[in-house]
């Protein structure tokens, strides 16, 4: 690493993100120098579209990498010289390296979603799962889903073809997968066991409900990716109604500790970045 190490943030309404904080606590433990700077598109006035120029930008001032979150993550792939086999695999990227003069594509949202899930929601049945959202973040989460032995998952996007693009592409990898469009999920829930929120709707640029409360049941589990607020509308309806609930704390921090190891080359602690979480979020 070298001896200053600048990174930041690409996305839209990322103000309350508490991933500088994360980074830049786990650098200090280690002894290394790293300032992680936001890189606001809302605050701006840009598009997603233009998530290449920020990525010439930063690169040409002298940034070491960058994190990568909604609504930038698909588009972002096409403006890179390389792709990790896993960002390859989803077409989707959250984490950014500029080295050797080349940038490469990396998601590491996938790992994180599944260790924060598995050690979140031990023992939660997998037999039918619905997932709301098939962007870039929701990409990472169905193959994560699917790859901790989901039954079968049915992706609900209001975009039909997005969501039936991205269960085409799991069945292509032999993982059970069905598109399906929002009209369908009252009667995709009465027979689930979880539901996973892998949309934007309930971040703190996004507030409200994905889906209509009443639709929800006590014999559901229910994740939400965001954690920011760490208990959505959501989580705080399905957590009325005796759900069991989990927020997406754990995936931000395993999914920030893969990145900062690409970012520096040192594997942070990932116990200590998990205590930084919670502490930032009681104060946040």
Not at 119 to 127: C, T, W
Request: glycine share 14%; proline share 6%; charged share 20%.
């Amino acid at each position: 690493m070298p001896q200053r190490c600048l990174v930041g943030l690409i996305g839209a309404g990322i103000g309350a993100s508490l991933s500088p904080a994360l980074h830049e606590r786990a650098a200090d433990r280690a002894g290394l120098r790293l300032l992680y700077q936001l890189i606001d598109i809302t605050g701006l006035g840009a598009a997603p579209s233009e998530v290449g120029d920020l990525l010439r930008a930063a690169r040409r001032l002298g940034f070491h990498g960058l994190n990568i979150t909604h609504p930038c993550k698909q588009e972002v792939v096409r403006h890179l010289d390389d792709l990790s086999p896993g960002a390859a695999e989803l077409r989707a990227v959250n984490t950014v390296v500029f080295r050797d003069g080349r940038a490469t594509g990396h998601n590491t949202d996938r790992a994180g979603f599944a260790e924060g899930f598995v050690r979140g929601l031990p023992g939660a049945r997998l037999g039918e799962v619905v997932q709301l959202g098939a962007g870039g973040a929701g990409h990472a989460v169905a193959y994560a889903i699917s790859g901790l032995g989901a039954g079968r998952l049915t992706v609900v996007d209001p975009d039909p073809g997005r969501a039936e693009s991205l269960a085409a592409a799991l069945r292509g990898h032999g993982r059970p997968a069905r598109g399906a469009t929002p009209d369908r999920l009252g009667e995709l829930l009465a027979h689930a066991d979880g539901l996973i929120n892998a949309s934007p709707v309930g971040m703190a640029a996004h507030p409200g409900l994905p889906l209509p409360a009443e639709l929800l049941h006590p014999g559901l589990w229910v994740t939400d990716i965001i954690y920011s607020p760490p208990r959505t509308a959501l989580l705080r309806a399905a957590a009325a109604l005796g759900c069991r609930t989990l927020n997406g704390g754990g995936m931000v921090v395993h999914q920030a500790a893969a990145a900062f190891e690409l970012f520096t080359g040192h594997r942070p602690d990932v116990a200590a970045m998990a205590a930084d979480f919670r502490a930032l979020s009681a104060h946040g």
